[in-house]
């Protein structure tokens, strides 16, 4: 299993970048996450990817809520996270991972995911 970032860069606050992860195989769930040298991993949002009815369902941090945007390419395996309204603490390492459920759901928690992407970076600033 193999993920990849794209879509990472440079910009102003309040502008927007759009990040895929492209995945060889996706699992349940897959989710982003943010690191920023020092701090801990932060998961930013997550989507239920198999198929049936929960397939598309989102998760997202109280920090993006209203700001990203998680969408689901199955036919491509690609995940896709659209980030408007971008803050400075919007900066960091983006990575995505996949991994199966927890209790029936896709968390917002690293420790249920098993593979991880390499990242692409994110850089908000004036």
């Known amino acids: 299993d193999h993920l990849v970032e794209t879509g990472g860069g440079s910009v102003q606050p309040g502008g927007s970048l759009r990040l895929s992860c492209e995945a060889t195989r996706l699992n349940y769930c897959l989710a982003w996450f943010r690191q920023v040298p020092v701090n801990e991993r932060e998961a930013v949002a997550s989507?239920?990817?198999?198929?049936?009815?929960?397939?598309?369902?989102?998760a997202y941090a109280d920090s993006v809520k209203g700001r990203f945007t998680v969408s689901l390419d199955k036919a491509k395996n690609t995940v896709t996270l659209q980030m408007d309204s971008l803050r400075a603490e919007d900066t960091g390492l983006y990575v995505c991972?996949?991994?199966?459920?927890?209790?029936?759901?896709?968390?917002?928690?690293?420790?249920?995911?098993?593979?991880w992407g390499r990242g692409t970076q994110v850089t908000v600033a004036s």
């Open positions: 991972a996949t991994g199966g459920l927890y209790n029936g759901v896709c968390r917002l928690r690293s420790s249920q995911y098993r593979v």
């Open positions: 989507i239920y990817t198999d198929n049936g009815p929960k397939k598309g369902t989102t």
